[in-house]
């Protein structure tokens, strides 16, 4: 049943990609970012983050030899007294959270870096089985942070993980967003960046989604499911 899952979800996570890329699919150019971008989450995937803001910057400089900067506002993580391992899943969660891009696929590559390679909390069929759950409860796909914080440390982990992931976001839609997104809507170097970001986060999911593929040692039943999947 999780196998089944699994594959499904990646067949998911693929055809989300088309919200993505249907505005640019046509210009080589951005193409062209997401071959780099996924190169450079194949070697270094903690690099996403920093990829995603140099990629929107770069695009905004390339088209427009200007000098202005961009400032962002980031929320401080609560500080949680409870176990070191409550504290590094609120902040794994946290920065997952901050950099929600798109349909929030962006989260996927930073979560699995972070959740299987560098903490090791989950294995990659447990990571996988998270996201399968995602996909499948209504909401968007961060309510994989919840499957996440559960496997770490129970209910309180399912808590924290939830809460984390959406502190960000929440901070920002209840502050200043609301305020300045009329006067930043339209605006030229606005859609450069969206334009150099969206390379940064396609190709790092793309590249993520086949290297799960792999670990779930896929054979011509389960790619032509996930193709299925992809194309409804």
């Known amino acids: 049943l999780m196998l ?3 594959v499904a979800a990646l067949g998911v996570i693929l055809g989300s990609l088309k919200g993505l890329v249907k505005n640019n699919y046509k210009e080589v150019f951005f193409w062209v970012l997401v071959f780099i971008a996924g190169a450079i989450n194949y070697i270094k995937p903690s690099f996403e983050p920093v990829v ?15 000098n202005r900067s961009m400032m962002f506002m980031v929320n401080a993580a609560p500080v949680i007294f409870f176990s070191d391992e409550l504290k590094k899943l609120a902040m794994v969660c946290f920065k997952a959270g901050a950099l929600v891009f798109g349909t929030g696929l962006a989260i ?3 979560l699995q870096e972070d959740v299987v390679n560098k ?3 989950l294995t990659q069929s447990e ?3 998270a996201l399968a759950f995602g996909q499948m409860t209504p909401g968007p796909v961060v309510v994989t942070a919840t499957y996440i914080g559960h496997k770490v440390a129970g209910m309180p982990g399912a808590i924290v993980g939830t809460v984390c992931i959406f502190a960000a976001a929440f901070f920002h839609m209840s502050t200043w967003f609301p305020h300045v997104v009329s ?10 960046f969206v334009f150099g970001a969206v390379a940064a986060v396609v190709g790092p999911i793309i590249v993520t989604v086949v290297k799960m593929g792999l670990g779930i040692e896929l054979n011509f039943f389960l790619i032509s499911m996930t193709l299925g999947i992809f194309v409804l």
């Not at 995603?52 to 200007?66: A, D, K, N, P």
Request: aromatic residues 16%.
């Open 4 to 6: 089944g899952m699994q």
């Open 52 to 66: 995603i803001v140099s990629f929107g910057l770069m695009m905004v400089m390339f088209r427009h030899y200007s």
């Open 108 to 110: 996927v590559p930073m």
């Open 119 to 121: 903490h090791h909390w």
């Open 127 to 129: 990571f996988l089985d």
């Open 183 to 192: 006067k930043l809507r339209g605006k030229k170097w606005i859609n450069d």
